[in-house]
């Protein structure tokens, strides 16, 4: 790609970019949340077209009418946002517009025998005639992985394609990618983890505010000069910024409970478990996917009914039947599926986020729009958030910033309990770090704080104790010096030595 342009209104999304992928390469592609790495990927496949530069795909010029054209000639595509159809089984989505077919038309039972071989290789054993919106997002991300590496392609392009899946899956998508590259095939992977970047890639490109900074062989390329070019720092800069890997938060004297679950429990979600978290305290629930963590923050906000046991908030046990009766109390969920828990795409940025806080405030009225906008505003700014305006529609914004917008949604509640689950996914490295100091800022005020994250990193630097989940049990709890990765990691793998 040569000098690609690609306006939208308001924003130069890309400026004279050049990006060069070869064959049998991983090439990492990089920046900060709406930096335009998912444009240059939309560019090249065809979703959108650009306004100048040019494209050439193995030595011929190429110009992609459509995402289906653009995989005719080799080129297949997972997007951030899994864009597979819920209500269709698994075995369709895998063949979607390119189902086998006999004299009678499709030829359901090799489709189906296909997809179960094509599964089997990641690793899923799951029903194929299930349709797809039934499995969590992780397998859904996985079934779109499958889909795009089974085509025939000489290029595949994966947008954050690791962002909801565990260690476990990430390890077999690498294993994979490094098959796929073995036979020659080019590699595109954009992604936040930058351990990810370093075990895969051979090369980086960094882009920053719709430009070329430059394409590095990572083996040249410090962990410190990423993410200085990301930002546009210098690396003494950067090294502040960069995860903050010394600065454990201080740890504030605990002081009364906020919140207190005993016996809680769901049958098939999360077996009974206790929990209790201070004001000001940031309790970290660390686990693998699946693991319960989601089952049993939505236990407390009273999203699903617990089988088994009670909460108690503030200083009265309570019935949190429903998250209306949670968000009463002062409690507010950030969920981590921001495609089906929350946003909506066509509002804008503004009622997005004045979307729960309204309902609070309108309690005594009606809540103006001068109210919104200076919530809205306020949000914009302290996260960040890219966009020219607080009335463009969310849809229009990046993965990142969409991700931010429900966490102003929830932080403008002012909440006395206030849980985030994966609040940093998408998010990159500068402001994942304003995130963690606004978490350490917001403890600091006396709110208590549940803080599920898959980045153990996170969950070690952020928490005074940590719940460790596995199988949908709370296995153990680690507090102060005693919380590390590996003690995390041994618990989660159920070993008590460390030889794991
Ligand atoms: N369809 C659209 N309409 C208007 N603006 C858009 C559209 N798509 C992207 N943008 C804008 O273009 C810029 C680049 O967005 P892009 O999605 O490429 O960022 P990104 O690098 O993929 O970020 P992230 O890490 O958050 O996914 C952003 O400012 C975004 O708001
Ligand atoms: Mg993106």
């Not at 499958?146 to 025939?152: I, L, N, Q, S, Y």
């Not at 003690?487 to 460390?498: H, K, L, T, W």
Request: hydrophobic share 45%; with cysteine.
């Amino acid at each position: 790609m040569r000098g690609i342009d690609k306006h939208f209104p308001g924003v130069h999304a890309l400026d004279q970019v050049d990006f060069e992928v070869r064959a049998g390469e991983v090439h990492a592609l990089m920046g900060q949340n709406g930096a335009g790495k998912s444009t240059l990927i939309k560019v090249l496949t065809g979703v959108y077209r650009r306004a100048g530069g040019k494209i050439t795909l193995l030595g011929r010029d190429f110009a992609p009418v459509s995402p289906a054209d653009a995989q005719r000639r080799g080129i297949s595509t997972v997007y951030q946002e899994v864009n597979l159809i819920a209500s269709l089984s698994v075995a369709e989505n895998l063949f979607l517009g390119r189902a086998p077919r006999c004299w009678y038309g499709l030829a359901w039972r090799v489709m189906r025998r296909r997809a179960r071989e094509v599964l089997t290789g990641f690793g899923l054993d799951i029903d194929v005639d299930e349709p797809l919106g039934r499995y969590p997002v992780a397998i859904q991300q996985m079934i779109a992985i499958a889909r795009a590496v089974d085509v025939e392609a000489r290029l595949i392009v994966l947008d954050e394609p690791t962002s909801s899946l565990d260690r476990h899956e990430t390890d077999v998508l690498f294993g994979l990618m490094g098959r796929l590259k073995a036979r020659g095939i080019g590699i595109v992977f954009v992604t936040h983890f930058l351990d990810q970047v370093y075990r895969i890639s051979d090369r980086i490109t960094v882009l920053r505010n719709g430009r070329l900074v430059g394409t590095f062989e990572a083996e040249r390329l410090s962990r410190l000069e990423l993410v200085a070019h990301m930002l546009g720092k210098s690396t003494e800069e950067a090294a502040v910024l960069d995860a903050q890997r010394a600065g454990t938060s201080a740890a504030a004297k605990p002081r009364e409970p906020v919140v207190a679950a005993h016996g809680l429990g769901r049958r098939g979600a999360v077996e009974p478990f206790d929990l209790e978290v201070r004001r000001g305290e940031v309790l970290g629930l660390a686990g693998l996917l699946g693991s319960g963590r989601t089952e049993a923050a939505r236990l407390l906000f009273g999203a699903d009914r617990a089988d088994t046991g009670r909460v108690t908030f503030g200083r009265r046990p309570t019935r949190l039947r429903t998250p209306r009766h949670a968000i009463a109390a002062g409690m507010a969920l950030c969920p981590e599926d921001r495609q089906t828990d929350g946003l909506f795409p066509e509002m804008s940025v503004r009622a997005n986020i004045a979307l729960v806080v309204q309902r609070t405030l309108s309690r005594f009225g009606i809540v103006s729009r001068r109210v919104h906008e200076r919530i809205a505003h306020e949000f914009v700014r302290k996260l960040a958030i890219a966009t020219p305006d607080v009335d463009r529609p969310v849809r229009n914004l990046s993965g990142g910033n969409q991700q931010k917008v429900i966490l102003a949604r929830w932080l403008a509640c002012h909440p006395e309990l206030l849980i985030l689950d994966e609040p940093t996914r998408g998010i990159d490295v500068g402001t994942k770090a304003e995130v963690e100091r606004l978490i350490e800022r917001l403890a600091g005020d006396g709110m208590a704080i549940l803080f599920i994250s898959s980045e153990l990193e996170e969950v070690v630097r952020r928490s005074q104790r940590v719940l460790v989940l596995r199988d949908r049990r709370v296995v153990g709890e680690l507090a102060g010096e005693r919380i590390t990765e590996r003690q995390i990691m041994n618990m989660i793998a159920g070993q008590q030595s460390d030889e794991a």
